[in-house]
C-alpha cells in the first residue's frame, strides 16, 4: 500500500528525529497521520478500505484524522454518545467529535461510534468516513494554549451516511481496536518530546552561561547547575524506558503497564524541564521570542492528550494489582 514494512521501531526513530523542529505542532500532526488515524485501518481494514483510503494517506494526498474525543468523552472512551445506526447498506451517523488534530483539513476520519446498545466496551466500531459528506459540519476551529501550527476541529454529524462497507474489521470492536492503537500513539508522544527536552535542556545551558545576575553568569550558581544535570539524568532516564518498551514491543509483548508509564512520566518531565528552564531565563522566557516558552505551552498538551496522567496512574495501578476490587 506503499509503506516500508518496517517495524514499529522505525516510527519511533522518526519520531525522536521530528523532534529537531522547533514546534510541537508538526510533529504531532505527522503523529496523527502515521500512528494514530492509520493503525487500525491497516491492521484490521479490507484490501478495498485500504487502497480507497490508506494508499493516499501513506502517499500524503490525503490528511487523516482521528475522530475519537467528545465534549462529554475524552479519556473515557467508553462514554462516546457519537452512534452509528446500520440502516439497509448504509450506517447513519449522529453525534459529534472535539478537540480533533487536523479536523479542519481532513479528507477523512477514523471515526469511533457506537453502532449498538450494548455494553459499552463491545459496542463500538470503527468507520472510515469521507469529509466531504453531506451532514458533517467543522463548527469551529479551537483557539489554543499550544501546539499553535496544528489545527484542532469541534466537528459534528448530522445524519451522515457512510456505506457500511467502510466499516474497520469487525462490528462491535472498535474498543478493543482503538486499545491496541492508544499503546503507539503513546509512545509515539513520549519520543516526541525526547529531542526537543534536550534542545531546551542544552539552549539553558547556553543562555545561563552568558546572562550575567549579580556579577556572575547564572549557570556557576549550584542550585542552578545542579538542577539541570537533574533534568538531564531524568530524560536519560525516560529514554531508556522507551527503548526497552519500544523492544518488548516489536517482540509482541503486552507494553501497556510500561508505555502508561513511559507517557506519565514524559507528561511530568516535560512540564518539569520546561517549568525549571523558563524560571533561569528570567524575564527572556516569559516572552514568545525564545523556544523555551513555546515549548512549555507546546508540550502542557502531553499530560492530557491520548490519556491523562490520572488515566496512566489508573492503568498502572490495574497492572499492580493495587486497586480496590469491586
Request: contains cysteine.
Amino acid at each position: 500500500y506503499g509503506g516500508l514494512g518496517l517495524d514499529f521501531s522505525y516510527n519511533i526513530a522518526v519520531a525522536e528525529e521530528l523532534g529537531n523542529i522547533r514546534c510541537g505542532g508538526i510533529p504531532m500532526a505527522i503523529g496523527v497521520q502515521a500512528g494514530m488515524a492509520t493503525p487500525a485501518l491497516t491492521r484490521f481494514g479490507s484490501h478495498e478500505l485500504k487502497k480507497q483510503f490508506l494508499v493516499p494517506t501513506i502517499a500524503g494526498d490525503f490528511v487523516a484524522c482521528l475522530g475519537i474525543s467528545e465534549a462529554g468523552a475524552g479519556s473515557d472512551v467508553a462514554n462516546i454518545k457519537t452512534t452509528a445506526v446500520r440502516k439497509g447498506d448504509e450506517y447513519v451517523i449522529n453525534g459529534g467529535k472535539m478537540w480533533i488534530t487536523s479536523g479542519t483539513q481532513a479528507d477523512w476520519m477514523c471515526l469511533l461510534a457506537n453502532t449498538s446498545e450494548g455494553p459499552p466496551h463491545r459496542n463500538k466500531s470503527l468507520i472510515c468516513l469521507p469529509m466531504n459528506l453531506p451532514g458533517i459540519h467543522v463548527a469551529r476551529k479551537i483557539d489554543k494554549l499550544g501546539m499553535r501550527s496544528s489545527d484542532t476541529a469541534q466537528i459534528f454529524f448530522e445524519d451522515v451516511r457512510v456505506p457500511c462497507k467502510n466499516l474497520i474489521g469487525e462490528e462491535g470492536k472498535g474498543f478493543t481496536y482503538q486499545m491496541l492503537q492508544f499503546q503507539e500513539e503513546r509512545l509515539w508522544g513520549v519520543a516526541s518530546v525526547l529531542t526537543p527536552l534536550e534542545t531546551i535542556i542544552q539552549e539553558t545551558i547556553d543562555f545561563t552561561r552568558q546572562r550575567k545576575v549579580f556579577g556572575q553568569p547564572v549557570l556557576h550558581n549550584q542550585t542552578v547547575h545542579y538542577r539541570l544535570a537533574e533534568l538531564a539524568t531524568e530524560l536519560e532516564l525516560l529514554r531508556s524506558l522507551l527503548h526497552r518498551t519500544v523492544a518488548l514491543y516489536v517482540e509482541g509483548n503486552d507494553v501497556t503497564k510500561f508505555a502508561s508509564m513511559a507517557k506519565l512520566k514524559a507528561g511530568r518531565l516535560t512540564r518539569e524541564v520546561t517549568d525549571s528552564c523558563l524560571q533561569f531565563w528570567g524575564g527572556m522566557g516569559f516572552t514568545s521570542e525564545v523556544l523555551v516558552s513555546r515549548f512549555y505551552r507546546d508540550f502542557r498538551l502531553i499530560s492530557i492528550g491520548a490519556g491523562t496522567d490520572e488515566t496512566m496512574l489508573s492503568i498502572i495501578c490495574k497492572f499492580m494489582e493495587i486497586l480496590p476490587r469491586k
